[in-house]
């Protein structure tokens, strides 16, 4: 039979990372992706032959969100990563709980392809190359990913910070100094703190 028009793949892709949104990554199966279409499991084999094919839809629809345009070429090239990653963050940041499959599916996004692409221009104009530019641009993805993660599940503002406050201090003098400096911190200034130091690593 042919396939409804109205089932298209940004419609499948939508449904399942509302579930993944609002349920976490593990609640992503074929089931709870036909139950958000207001579909039969079976229904929904018609479109997608499984879970790794809704992931993958799920990565289209995320990094497809990406600004990949090359920033001006006259701007510093740690000023045009800096802009390319905060794109990133930006697209990627609204969906932290699928962050672990942008890890997973990126070589197969085009939106992360073009990304990938455009940064890499940027470093090898830096005179950033070879096993070097490969390492940088690995960098770069470790730290969008784990700051999202980091912002998410354990944010400077939250319990566990305070939690490091309060130990005692002839114990762990330096921890509890620098999570009571950690509250004065915000999430984009945490971000970019840490995004500029490794960029300056980068350069040596």
Do not use: C
């Not at 793949?9 to 207001?38: F, I, N, Q, W, Y």
């Not at 641009?137 to 784990?146: D, K, P, Q, T």
Request: aromatic share 4%; proline share 8%; hydrophobic share 40%.
């Amino acid at each position: 039979m042919p396939r409804p028009r109205s089932l298209t793949p940004e419609r499948l892709a939508a449904a399942a990372l509302a579930v993944v949104d609002r349920d976490g990554l593990a609640a992503l199966s074929m089931r709870t992706a036909a139950k958000e279409l207001g579909m039969s499991p079976m229904g929904l084999y018609r479109y997608v032959s499984d879970r790794e094919e809704l992931e993958r839809l799920v990565v289209d629809r995320i990094l497809g969100a990406v600004d990949t345009a090359p920033p001006p070429r006259d701007t510093p090239w740690r000023e045009r990563v800096e802009l390319m990653t905060g794109r990133l963050r930006e697209a990627v940041a609204r969906h932290p709980e699928a962050v672990p499959l942008t890890l997973t599916h990126r070589h197969r996004s085009p939106g992360g392809l073009r990304w990938s692409e455009t940064v890499l221009g940027i470093l090898t104009e830096a005179g950033i190359d070879g096993p070097r530019r490969v390492v940088a641009l690995r960098a770069l993805h470790a730290y969008v990913s784990g700051a999202i993660q980091l912002e998410h599940r354990g944010p400077l503002a939250g319990p566990g910070t305070e939690a490091i406050a309060g130990l005692p201090g002839d114990a762990f003098p330096l921890l509890t100094a620098t999570a009571r400096d950690a509250g004065g911190v915000g999430p984009d200034e945490e971000f970019l703190g840490g995004l500029r130091m490794l960029l300056r690593g980068l350069g040596d």
